[in-house]
C-alpha cells in the first residue's frame, strides 16, 4: 500500500490558482503514468516517462504539465483549470514502459489518488 | 491506438453464485491483459493478469481466460463473497486503454 504516494490527498482550487500534484514511487520502477479518473468515465491515461523521458501524452490540454525530476518523482502541475478537470488523479507506476509488437507491459501500480476540485 | 470494451457495466450476483465480465479489443499485436479492482475510495489494485502466450490463468477463486483469435478476455470469479463487491477495470494495448469498468454487488 505505500509503494506509490500521493499528495495531496483532497485539493480544491479555484480557475485561476496554480497547484502541484505530487507522486512518488518506493518500487524502484523505471516508468511512471498520470491518470484521470472521472465519475462515469474510464480511466484516461495522460501521461507516460520513463527513465525520466516523456514517452506518451495523449492530447492533454496544456493547463496540466508534468514534470518527472526522477524515476521516483513525478508531478502534475496545474494552472487555470475548468471546473470540469474536477476528477480524481491517480499517479502509477511500473517496471518499465515498452511500445511496440510483440513486447508486453509490466504490471502497474497505483497510488491512492488526489481528489480534485475546480471551482 | 487501442479500444478496450467492457461488459457488463454493472453486475448483481448472490453470494457464492459466479461472475463473468468480458472485454473486447482491437489491437491484435496487444500482448498484456490486466484485470484491477477498485474498491470505494480506494486505488485500483492489480488482481489477475494474462499474457498473450498462455490461453487462461488462475489464482484460487479468480481466473482470466483469453481468446486471441476473437480479442476477448474474460474474468471469472467463482463462489463470490461480499468483499469481492467493487468496480473491475480490464486493460489493454500499449497504452493501456482501460474498459469503462464493471459495478459487481455481491449480496449476502
Known amino acids: 500500500e505505500t509503494g506509490v504516494t500521493q499528495t495531496p490527498r483532497h485539493l480544491v482550487m479555484g480557475m485561476t490558482n496554480k497547484k502541484s500534484l505530487k507522486c512518488e514511487q518506493h518500487?524502484?520502477?523505471?516508468?511512471m503514468y498520470w491518470y484521470k479518473q472521472s465519475a462515469k468515465k474510464p480511466l484516461e491515461l495522460m501521461f507516460v516517462?520513463?527513465?525520466?523521458?516523456?514517452?506518451e501524452n495523449n492530447s492533454v490540454p496544456s493547463r496540466f504539465s508534468p514534470e518527472c525530476p526522477n524515476s521516483s518523482h513525478l508531478f502534475l502541475h496545474l494552472h487555470t483549470l475548468q471546473p470540469e478537470d474536477s476528477a480524481l488523479y491517480l499517479c502509477?507506476?511500473?517496471?518499465?514502459?515498452?511500445?511496440?509488437?510483440?513486447?508486453?507491459?509490466?504490471?502497474?501500480?497505483f497510488g491512492p489518488g488526489t481528489r480534485l476540485t475546480v471551482l | 491506438g487501442e479500444n478496450v470494451e467492457q461488459h457488463p457495466s454493472t453486475l448483481s450476483v448472490q453470494e457464492g453464485d459466479s461472475a463473468v465480465i468480458k472485454c473486447t479489443y482491437s489491437d491484435s499485436a496487444s500482448n498484456y491483459f490486466p484485470w484491477y479492482k477498485q474498491e470505494l475510495g480506494k486505488r485500483p489494485q492489480l488482481i489477475i493478469d494474462?499474457?498473450?502466450?498462455?490461453g487462461e490463468k488462475k489464482d484460487q477463486r479468480i481466473a482470466v481466460t483469453l481468446n486471441k483469435t476473437a480479442k476477448h478476455f474474460s474474468l471469472h470469479i467463482t463462489e463470490t463473497q461480499p468483499e469481492d463487491s467493487a468496480v473491475y477495470f480490464c486493460?489493454?494495448?500499449?497504452?493501456?486503454?482501460f474498459g469503462a469498468g464493471t459495478r459487481l454487488t455481491v449480496k449476502p
Open positions: 486493460a489493454a494495448g500499449d497504452d493501456m486503454r
Open positions: 518500487l524502484g520502477h523505471n516508468a
Open positions: 502509477a507506476s511500473s517496471q518499465d514502459h515498452r511500445r511496440g509488437p510483440g513486447l508486453s507491459q509490466d504490471t502497474q501500480y
Open positions: 494474462i499474457r498473450s502466450n498462455v
Open positions: 516517462y520513463n527513465f525520466k523521458e516523456q514517452t
